[in-house]
């Protein structure tokens, strides 16, 4: 059983920063992309941002340059840095991770169970 964890949302004023984190734990032999999404009310989920195992990173238009993705492998963790933070960023914040469970079994996608973020004066 695989469980991700997130943590790091809030209320925040316009221009300010969070960090948002995702720990997966459980039977885990690898895990390949990790990332973020999001979905404001109304609105269908849209991807934030991803990372790669390697390292690679991929980021909505209307993210770069005021969020930073990264990871931890040794602690099946990946962040979420915000920064510059706009009252258009308000949503719930899910984790994505694919992750590799046994050696026999494909990989499998998985969701933390959102976070709030509320940007807001």
């Known amino acids: 059983q695989v469980q991700l964890v997130e943590s790091g949302g809030g209320l925040v004023q316009p221009g300010g920063s969070l960090r948002l984190s995702c720990a997966a734990s459980g039977r885990i032999i690898s895990i390949n992309r990790m990332g973020w999404y999001r979905q404001a009310p109304g609105k269908v989920r849209e991807l934030v941002a991803t990372?790669?195992?390697?390292?690679?990173?991929n980021y909505a238009d209307s993210v770069k340059g005021r969020f930073t993705i990264s990871r931890d492998n040794a602690k099946n963790t990946v962040y979420l840095q915000m920064n510059s933070l706009k009252p258009e960023d308000t949503a719930v914040y899910y984790c994505?991770?694919?992750?590799?469970?046994?050696?026999?079994?494909?990989?499998?996608?998985?969701w933390g169970q959102g976070t709030q973020v509320t940007v807001s004066s």
């Open positions: 990372i790669t195992s390697s390292g690679s990173t």
């Open positions: 994505h991770c694919q992750i590799t469970t046994t050696w026999l079994s494909p990989t499998k996608d998985y």
